[in-house]
T-cell receptor, first 117, second 114 residues
Framework: AQKITQTQPGMFVQEKEAVTLDCTYDTSDPSYGLFWYKQPSSGEMIFLIYQGSYDQQNATEGRYSLNFQKARKSANLVISASQLGDSAMYFCAMRDAPNSGYSTLTFGKGTMLLVSP | NAGVTQTPKFQVLKTGQSMTLQCAQDMNHNSMYWYRQDPGMGLRLIYYSASEGTTDKGEVPNGYNVSRLNKREFSLRLESAAPSQTSVYFC?????????????FGDGTRLSIL
């Protein structure tokens, strides 16, 4: 089974609306971290937000929030008040250590978000 | 604010040629990583270095070698380039390999092998 699944290859949203990008994960490690990265057309990878598996509250960073549902193994990214500059590829990633070795970061295949005026 | 610097940004090679991709970070991070990104795929880990003096294989290490030259620098070498290694290569660093540590990425190297 894939460790990180992003089921939406592409999403469209109008400027100023909110959008949710889906991410589900699979791990046997009770301690793990979930990350979201943004990759604009220029190509760089930008870290957006982090959620730890033991965190009691959902993470928030400005217009970004993470809807973390541990029992469902989902960590959806919510972008409020979308802006044209939010158009990019978004990657969900998980850091775990199922074999009790060094933890490594595994990426999903990404969701392309297009924001229209 | 350099962060993670990768050189070169673009490179075209012929099959069988060798080259080294350079990466340097100025954040005093202990851990460094090399990934490749292919169309329609997320990033896949090639090699990583948890700390200075150590390197380990990731998901797709075949055809590559790495050197952790010092705490700042982590290079990736293709000894005999193959067309299947055409990809965008990203270097990243983090304070440690701890699960809560975000990785900070360079701008990538776009490598084409003919």
């Amino acid at each position: 089974a894939q460790k990180i699944t992003q089921t939406q290859p592409g999403m469209f949203v109008q400027e100023k609306e909110a959008v949710t990008l889906d991410c589900t994960y699979d791990t046997s490690d009770p301690s793990y971290g979930l990350f979201w990265y943004k990759q604009p057309s220029s190509g760089e990878m930008i870290f957006l937000i982090y959620q730890g598996s033991y965190d009691q509250q959902n993470a928030t960073e400005g217009r970004y929030s993470l809807n973390f549902q541990k029992a469902r193994k989902s960590a959806n990214l919510v972008i409020s008040a979308s802006q044209l500059g939010d158009s990019a590829m978004y990657f969900c990633a998980m850091r775990d250590a199922p074999n009790s070795g060094y933890s490594t970061l595994t990426f999903g295949k990404g969701t392309m978000l297009l924001v229209s005026p | 604010n350099a962060g993670v610097t990768q050189t070169p940004k673009f490179q075209v090679l012929k099959t069988g040629q060798s080259m080294t991709l350079q990466c340097a970070q100025d954040m005093n991070h202990n851990s460094m990583y090399w990934y490749r990104q292919d169309p329609g795929m997320g990033l896949r880990l090639i090699y990583y270095s948890a700390s200075e003096g150590t390197t380990d294989k990731g998901e797709v290490p075949n055809g590559y070698n790495v050197s952790r030259l010092n705490k700042r620098e982590f290079s990736l070498r293709l000894e005999s380039a193959a067309p299947s290694q055409t990809s965008v290569y990203f270097c990243a660093s983090s304070e440690t390999t701890g699960k809560g540590q975000p990785q900070h990425f360079g701008d990538g190297t776009r490598l084409s092998i003919l």
